[in-house]
C-alpha cells in the first residue's frame, strides 16, 4: 500500500499515535474516551482509500476498531462513511436534482428522489437476492439508485446476479458517475457498482482478505451510496439486531430523513418472510427553527440532504412488522435458501419479472414484502389516490398497519409492477441505458 502510495505522489503517513490512544482504551475508559476519537478515526480511514496507510497500520487499525468495538458506534460509523463517499467516484450532482425535477414522480409524501434498497450482507442465511429484485420491481414508481458489489459472503451477489440476466445483461463497469445522469434520462433504475465508484477501496482488499473477520467496510456499504446527498429514502438490512439502533442512528447522522432499517428475527438482513422483523424508522418531523416558507410549493425545493436549515428534524421510532400485515402468508426462510448461484437466481428473477411465478411462491412474496416496504418509506403509499398506469384499478387500500403506515397498499403497487410488466421493462430500459452508456 505505502509503495504504491509513494509512486503517486503521495506521502506515507504514520498513524501510530491514534493507534496508541486505540490501544488503551478499556472497558473502564472508552464512554469517556470515544468522542474524541472519532475524528482521528475517521481521517484515518480517509487514508486508507488514498492509500497513504501501511498494510500493518491499516491491519491495526481495522483490528482495533473490532476489538474495541468503536466500529459499532454510530458517530463513527457515520464519519467513516462520508470519508468514503468523499474519496468516490463523483457523479454531477446538479443535473441529478434536475433528474429528480424532470422525471421524479411525486406521489402522497414522496417527493420524486433517488431510493435504496440494501442490506449489509454477512447475515449467513445465503437466500435469493431479494434487496436487488426488490428495487427492480420499485423502480416504476420510484427512482432507483441501487448501489451494490459482487457476492462478499453468499453465493450470489447484486452485481453477480445482475450480470448473469440472459438473453442480455447490463454493462455495469459502464455505469460511472460521469455517465450517470444520462442513464436516467431513460431509466428509473441504475446499479451503482461499487468497484466502478469506490477505486480506493481496492487498496484495503488484500488486509481485509488476510484478516478473515468482518470489519467496518462490513458495514459502511449502505452508507456509501456516491449519491447520499440525493436519497430521499432507502430500506436497510443488518444481520443483527443488536446493530439495527445504532444503523438508524448512524443514517440520521449521516443526513437521512427517510429510512427503514430492519432486521429479521432469525438475524436476516431482509424482511423476513418466515416471521416477525424488528425495524427502526427514520421519520421526518416539522422543524420549528425552520424560517423558509410555510408550503414547499413556495420554494425551489429540492430532496437533497445535503441543503441548508432543515424544513424537518428526524427521530428514530422502534417497530415490528410481519408478512400478515402486508396481507401475505409466511414462507419458511428454507424455502427461498440457500442461495443458489447467479445463473439461477438470474433465471428466478426473470421468470418473476416475467409474472410466471404463481400467486403465493415464496419467493415472489418474499420480493413483494421488501418492494412494499420501500414503497412505504418513500411516502408514495400515503396518497389516497392512485393512478400508476395501465392495469392499475385505483383502489388505494387505505388500511394502517404497525406504524400507522399502508403496508397492504405497498403490496398493490409491487404486484401492480410485476403483474403488469412494469419492472420488466423498467429492467429492459436500465440495460439499454448501459449499453448506450459503453458508447460514451
Sequence with gaps: MAAQAAQNGLPNISISPLLSQLTELSSSNIHSRKDKLVEGVAAAVGLIFTNQ????????????????????????????????????AQPDRVALRNIIRIRGRKEGSYRGGFCDLVGTGGDGWSTFNVST?????????????????RASSSTSGSADLLQAIKPKAPVLEAVTAKALPSIYQTSNYAFLFAPTFHPGMRHVAPVRKELGFRTIFNLLGPLANPIEGNIEARVVGVPRIELGPIFAEALRLSG???????????????????????????????????RGPRDEEDEDFTTSDEEGEPRKLVEVNELTIEPSDFGLKPHALSEVSPGRMPQENAATLMTLLRNELPGGDPVLDFVLLNAAALFVIAGICDSDISDMGHGDDGKVIKEMGPGGLRWKEGVRRAR????????????ERYIEASHAATNQ
Excluded: Y
Excluded at 53 to 69: A, E, F, K, M, Y
Excluded at 261 to 286: M, Y
Excluded at 419 to 427: D, H, R, T
Design 53 to 88: 496507510l501501511s498494510p500493518v497500520q491499516c491491519s491495526s487499525l481495522l483490528s482495533l476498531l473490532h476489538s474495541t468495538r468503536l466500529d459499532r458506534e454510530p458517530l463513527i460509523l457515520a464519519k467513516c462513511g462520508q470519508q468514503m463517499r468523499e474519496a468516490a
Design 133 to 149: 429484485t426488490a428495487s427492480i420491481v420499485a423502480s416504476p414508481l420510484l427512482l432507483l439508485s441501487k448501489h451494490g458489489n
Design 256 to 290: 437521512a430523513r427517510k429510512g427503514l432499517v430492519v432486521c429479521g428475527e432469525e438475524q436476516l438482513d431482509e424482511i423476513s418472510c418466515a416471521g416477525k422483523t424488528r425495524c427502526w424508522r427514520l421519520v421526518e418531523r416539522p422543524n420549528p427553527a425552520f
Design 416 to 427: 401492480w409492477a410485476v403483474e403488469g410488466g412494469q419492472a420488466l421493462a423498467s429492467l
